[in-house]
C-alpha cells in the first residue's frame, strides 16, 4: 500500500469513517434551480429543516458558483470535473465522441468511480436528462447520456408516461404539451408522489435498501437528482401553507440593467399560464411565484430529509461522504429576470454542502470561493482514490479541515459571455469571433448587487482578471 493510501486511511479512521479498511459509500444530492435559498443560508422564512441539519453537520459553502446557468451545462462540469460547452447538449456530445473511441474521453466522475470497485446508481435528474438518456422522450436506451458512468440509471415515470413527461410534470400526471400551456405555479392535495419527485425519491430509498445489503463489502456511489424547484413550480399543497401568508423581503435591484449585460426576457418562464399576469410589472403577482418557488424548495427539502433518514436507519452515515449541490441559481425578480440564463450573481451562486463524520468544526460555513468543478477531485481526495489526470478543479480538503482557507476565483460562461467572480469583484466578457467586444465588472465590497459597471474607469482590474481567465479556459 502507498504512503499516500496509508495517510488517508489513517485519517479516515480519524476522522470517524468506520470501515478504515474500505472506501466510503458517496451520496451525491442534485437539486435543479435551487438557489442559496434555505434557512442555514441565511434565507429566514424558508423552511428547510433537513438541508439545515446537513449543514449543521457539515461543511455549508456559502460561495460555491457553477460554472454555466444552464442544467445540462453545469452538470457536465459536475461529471467531468472540467470546464466544458456552455449548452445543455455538452454530455450528449461528449458521448458521441466516447462511440468514436472510449479512451480519447477521460473518465466521468461516476465512471471514475466505478472503475474503483463501487456500485454506481442514479436516480432522477442527475445528468441533464432525468434518468441519463436520449430520445424523443429521453427514455431510449441506446443513447445514453453517460455511457460507462452507472451499473443503474433510473427514472421512474409513473403517470408521467417518461422522463420528458416527469422533468416538467405537475399533479396526476400532467405534462408540458406543446399548444397547452401548463399553469405556471400549482399547490395541489395529496402525497408526495402526486408529483414527480416524489416517485424519485421512493426509487432511490428502494436502491438504498438495495445497496445497503453489500455495502460492507462493496461501496455505493448512489446520486438522486431532485427536480423541484424547476418551472413549473408545483408542489403538495401542505409545503405552500407555511407562505400562503408570509410576508416576503422586497426584491433586490429589480430593475433592467444597462447594457452590456446578459439579460434576458425570461422566455423560460413565460411560456407558462400565468394568468395575463407579469411579475416584472405585478408586485402582488411576484410575490405569488415566490411563495411558490419557496413551497418547491420545502418539497425538495422534505425528499433530502428522506434519504438522510434512510441512511441512518441503515447505518450507513459512519461509512459515506454526503453532498448537496445546486445545478445554478435562478433569478426572482433581480435585475428584471424570472429565470436563470444570466452571468449575474443570482444564477451562478448555488448552495453546496459537503459532510462526513469527523469534519472538523461542522456547521461552520466557509465564505471563500469554490466552483463546481471542485467536486471531482474532492470526492476522489476523500475517498482515498487517485484523481484522473487534467480536472479543472481542486480539491476542497483544506476548507473542509479548515473553513477560513483560501478559495480561488470561480469561472463561469455562458453563451458568448464568460465570467470570473472573485472575492471583491465580478468580471463579465462578451466575445464574439474569439475577441471581447464588451466588459462588465462589478465591485462586490460595494452593496449595489451588480448594478454599477466600473470596467472602464478599472482597466487594470479588468486585465488583471481577463489574463486569469484565459489562462483558465486557456483561449
Not at 458517496?26 to 434565507?43: A, K, Q, T, W
Not at 445514453?144 to 405537475?170: F, N, S, T, Y
Amino acid at each position: 500500500m502507498s504512503k499516500v493510501r496509508t495517510t488517508l486511511l489513517c485519517l479516515f479512521t480519524a476522522a470517524g469513517f468506520s470501515r478504515a479498511a474500505d472506501r466510503p459509500n458517496v451520496l451525491l444530492i442534485c437539486i435543479d434551480d435551487l438557489r442559496p435559498e434555505l434557512r442555514s443560508f441565511g434565507v429566514d422564512y424558508i423552511q428547510s429543516p433537513a438541508i439545515d441539519r446537513l449543514a449543521a453537520a457539515g461543511r455549508p459553502f456559502f460561495n460555491h458558483y457553477v460554472q454555466a446557468p444552464t442544467c445540462g451545462a453545469s452538470r457536465y462540469a459536475l461529471l467531468t470535473g472540467r470546464y466544458g460547452p456552455g449548452d445543455n447538449e455538452a454530455l450528449f456530445r461528449r458521448a458521441a465522441k466516447m462511440a468514436t473511441g472510449k479512451n480519447s474521453v477521460p473518465p466521468s466522475l461516476p465512471e471514475h468511480f466505478r472503475t474503483k470497485g463501487y456500485t454506481t446508481v442514479s436516480v432522477g435528474k442527475v445528468s441533464h436528462h432525468p434518468g441519463g438518456r436520449g430520445g424523443a422522450d429521453w427514455d431510449d436506451d441506446s443513447k445514453p447520456e453517460m455511457p460507462g458512468a452507472w451499473d443503474r440509471h433510473l427514472l421512474p415515470a409513473g403517470k408521467w408516461q417518461h422522463p420528458r413527461g416527469a422533468m416538467h410534470g405537475l399533479a396526476h400526471g400532467e405534462i408540458r404539451q406543446d399548444g397547452k400551456p401548463m399553469t405556471v405555479f400549482q399547490s395541489a392535495e395529496g402525497p408526495d408522489t402526486n408529483y414527480p419527485d416524489g416517485l424519485i425519491t421512493d426509487e432511490a430509498l428502494a436502491q438504498l435498501d438495495e445497496l445497503a445489503k453489500t455495502a460492507a463489502e462493496k461501496p455505493f456511489f448512489l446520486a438522486v437528482g431532485i427536480i423541484r424547484p424547476h418551472l413549473p413550480f408545483g408542489a403538495p399543497a401542505r409545503y405552500f401553507e407555511p407562505y400562503r401568508n408570509a410576508k416576503l423581503p422586497p426584491i433586490p435591484h429589480p430593475a433592467k440593467p444597462e447594457a452590456p449585460n446578459t439579460w434576458h426576457g425570461s422566455g423560460e418562464f413565460m411560456r407558462y399560464e400565468n394568468w395575463g399576469k407579469d411579475p416584472r410589472k405585478d408586485a402582488g403577482f411576484a410575490d405569488e411565484v415566490r411563495k411558490h418557488y419557496a413551497a418547491c424548495v420545502s418539497f425538495a427539502d422534505a425528499q433530502v430529509g428522506r434519504l438522510l433518514e434512510s441512511l441512518e436507519k441503515h447505518g450507513l452515515k459512519d461509512d459515506t461522504i454526503i453532498v448537496l449541490w445546486g445545478d445554478h441559481g435562478w433569478h426572482l425578480g433581480e435585475h428584471n429576470v424570472w429565470g436563470k440564463h444570466t452571468l449575474f450573481e443570482e444564477s451562478l451562486r448555488s448552495p453546496l454542502v459537503l459532510a462526513y463524520p469527523g469534519l472538523p468544526s461542522p456547521g461552520e460555513a466557509s465564505r471563500s470561493i469554490v466552483e463546481t468543478v471542485d467536486l471531482f477531485p474532492t470526492l476522489c481526495d476523500l475517498a482515498g482514490i487517485d484523481a484522473p489526470s487534467g480536472l479543472s478543479g481542486r480539491s476542497l480538503r483544506p476548507l473542509l479541515e479548515d473553513p477560513q482557507a483560501a478559495g480561488r476565483p470561480a469561472v463561469s460562461y455562458f453563451g458568448q459571455a464568460r465570467s470570473l467572480r472573485t472575492a471583491d469583484y465580478r468580471l463579465i466578457e462578451h466575445r464574439k469571433g474569439g475577441k471581447t467586444t464588451a466588459v462588465e465588472l462589478y465591485d462586490h465590497r460595494q452593496a449595489d448587487g451588480e448594478t454599477t459597471n466600473i470596467a472602464a474607469e478599472n482597466p487594470g482590474v479588468v486585465d488583471k482578471l481577463a489574463g486569469e481567465l484565459d489562462r483558465r479556459l486557456k483561449r
